[in-house]
């Protein structure tokens, strides 16, 4: 889990947390919650944390106004809520997670079938509990009248006091959901309770006439309109996952005729957050909080330790099944250090792990190969760095991702 900070439309700054899985994520999610709800109510938070326990990403947030993100609450609108939803997955985008699904909670759901049309990334869209009509959210104003006649007056929603103002009425009327359902243009899911004493089940109904396939529905038989059991909330999470993957993209495997240039971009997200691209996935690298960072990737330093990593495991991996050695796996731990007055001052510090039936001789010829994998050698011999301001980088002057196979190959007839 990581904090996501962003701007909203007018500046202000929106307060989001984004739930990572342990590994690479398969998709990222943007998840918006119910009305005056926050990024840490149960069912945002319960959802996001099984859905990142089946391997998404996921982004949460305050709307504005709401929990820690910046704003006041009395202007906010329905609009605003669409907005506030752009900027986030323009946040996203930019960060390298472009979301590919956009789940919404209430009138959060509402306003992810209005923001949809205004992000190409996204393949599937979900709704929970959501009204078809955005007006529904007048049933919850206990003095509507007042606050419509005065223009401005604090009103009771879910038995807490808000300042709001007709404005907020006045837009929500102004929407035709309808029509942005039917031309939605995207895979939907409807997920509603029967026992939705909030939001009726003939909400439900509606969107789902008034959109076109491929749509689905799941009743959430016993639920309330919170998802406060536990077990309803890790339910939809596990229904969201399995009929989400049908629709998402699946990144294509890297070849070796493909680009070897990687690209580091700016983020403006914190003073160091940069967006790399390699090999057809994008992801965060990043300083520590404590010099100055966000800390919300590795830093240049762990991914070129990564790299002499990687490099040794696939080599001592090759070398093993050329060889027919009894290795059953192998993992890889590397360090970098610095020393001053010595030469040569960054060393490397590695350690091998090898599991398997394998004999003091074997483990000895596996720890000897692993010190001539490309990377290792590389480090080894010193590299020649050039340096220009713009243009773009020669494909010709770049090795292709296949180039090392040749070494490799080499390797396995290794004695």
């Not at 202000?12 to 119910?34: K, T």
């Not at 914190?270 to 990043?286: C, M, N, R, W, Y």
Request: charged share 25%.
């Amino acid at each position: 889990m990581e904090d996501f900070d962003f701007p909203g439309e007018s500046g202000q700054i929106l307060s989001g947390r984004f739930d990572l899985p342990e590994g690479p994520a398969s998709a990222h999610v943007l998840f918006a919650h119910c009305f005056t709800c926050t990024k840490s109510s149960l069912a945002a938070a319960r959802v996001a944390k099984e859905l990142t326990r089946l391997g998404f990403g996921v982004l949460r947030f305050d709307f504005t106004g709401l929990g820690q993100s910046g704003g006041d609450f009395a202007d906010s609108s329905f609009s605003g809520s669409i907005a506030d939803i752009l900027s986030a997955a323009a946040a996203m985008r930019a960060a390298g997670r472009a979301p590919s699904l956009l789940i919404g909670h209430s009138l959060g759901g509402a306003a992810v079938l209005a923001a949809a049309a205004d992000l190409p990334d996204v393949r599937a869209v979900v709704t929970i509990a959501a009204p078809f009509d955005a007006t529904h959210a007048e049933k919850l104003f206990t003095n509507l009248d007042e606050l419509m006649e005065r223009g401005e007056a604090e009103v009771r929603i879910g038995g807490r006091p808000f300042r709001m103002r007709s404005s907020f009425i006045e837009d929500l009327r102004s929407h035709d959901q309808a029509e942005r359902i039917r031309r939605l243009g995207r895979p939907l899911l409807i997920l509603h309770s029967p026992q939705d004493a909030t939001v009726g089940i003939d909400n439900a109904g509606a969107i789902f006439q008034a959109a076109r396939h491929p749509k689905s529905f799941v009743s959430l038989a016993g639920a309330d309109h919170l998802l406060t059991r536990r077990e309803d909330a890790e339910f939809v999470a596990s229904i969201v996952s399995g009929w989400a993957r049908r629709y998402l993209p699946e990144a294509p495997p890297r070849t070796a005729e493909q680009s070897g240039v990687v690209t580091i971009v700016e983020t403006g997200q914190g003073d160091f957050q940069v967006e790399v691209s390699a090999g057809g996935v994008s992801f965060l690298a990043d300083e520590p909080p404590e010099v100055g960072g966000l800390g919300s990737g590795p830093t240049p330093y762990d991914l070129l330790s990564a790299g002499l990593g990687a490099c040794t495991a696939m080599t001592v991996r090759l070398y093993a099944r050329g060889k027919g050695l009894p290795l059953d796996r192998v993992s890889v731990e590397v360090g970098h250090s610095r020393r001053t007055g010595m030469e040569p001052p960054d060393p490397f510090v590695r350690r091998l792990h090898l599991e398997g039936e394998l004999s003091a001789e074997q483990r000895r010829k596996l720890v000897e190969i692993a010190e001539k994998c490309p990377v290792h050698r590389t480090l080894h011999r010193g590299a020649e760095i050039e340096t220009a301001e713009g243009g773009s980088l020669a494909e010709a002057t770049v090795e292709k991702p296949g180039a090392h196979a040749q070494d490799r190959a080499q390797l396995a007839k290794t004695k």
